[in-house]
Structures are given as structure tokens and as C-alpha cells.
């Protein structure tokens, strides 16, 4: 069975950088054709999709976060992991890891539970 589980920080200083690590299990993040996205929800609004890193090792990122946002990935213990440079109160949003067959929305269909991080000093 395929499960995401989100690790990290609920509480974030702004201007400091938050990670987050997504560990998987019941499937290799190496297995072909999948990609591992993120996507946050802030209060009220909508879903953001912030990125992605596939199968093969690329990473694709929102063009609005490209400049604050890094995903890397380590193998070895099946995991990849969100880093978001310089956040600000804005970026306080649950934030979520899944699987899908590509870069973004499309076909996302295991997700994990979701993690609130809030950004305050």
C-alpha cells in the first residue's frame, strides 16, 4: 500500500527557510514515470501546486516559487524534500505531498494527510 507522510516544522520563523520532508512507502520513488509533487492549501484559498521532482531525478518547480523553492530527493531512505527560502506570513498554508504521473496536477492519487505549517515571529 502506497502512504506519503509529511515530516517538518509547524512553526517557521519569517525570513528563515522552511523543510519539509515527505517519507514514501509501498512504492520506490525511483519507480518510472511517477513524480512527487507538493502542493499547499493557505487559509481560504485554493490549492498551489509548488513543484515536483520526478522518477529520474528532475525537478520542476511553479514559476511564481522557482526563486525560494528547492526539492532534492534521497533514495536511500525513499524520501524528497521541500525547502522554501525567505517565507513570509503568507507562505502559512497545510502543506501537501503526493504522487502523480506528472508535473502538477495531473493524476495525482496518493496523498499524504497534510502538514500545517504557520509562519510567525
Known amino acids: 500500500q502506497v502512504q506519503l507522510q509529511e515530516s517538518g516544522p509547524g512553526l517557521v520563523r519569517p525570513s528563515q527557510t522552511l523543510s519539509l520532508t515527505c517519507i514514501v512507502s509501498g512504492v520506490s520513488i525511483t519507480t518510472n514515470n511517477y513524480y512527487w509533487n507538493w502542493i499547499r492549501q493557505p487559509p481560504g484559498k485554493g490549492l498551489e501546486w509548488m513543484g515536483a521532482?520526478?522518477?529520474?531525478?528532475?525537478?520542476y518547480y511553479s514559476p511564481s516559487l522557482k526563486s525560494r523553492t528547492s526539492i532534492s530527493r534521497d533514495t536511500s531512505r525513499n524520501q524528497f524534500t521541500l525547502q522554501l527560502r525567505s517565507v513570509t506570513p503568507e507562505d502559512t498554508a497545510v502543506y501537501y505531498c503526493?504522487?502523480?504521473?506528472?508535473?502538477?496536477?495531473?493524476?495525482?492519487?496518493?496523498w499524504g494527510q497534510g502538514t500545517q505549517v504557520t509562519v510567525s515571529s
Open positions: 503526493c504522487r502523480g504521473e506528472g508535473a502538477g496536477y495531473y493524476g495525482l492519487d496518493y
Open positions: 521532482i520526478a522518477y529520474g531525478g528532475s525537478t
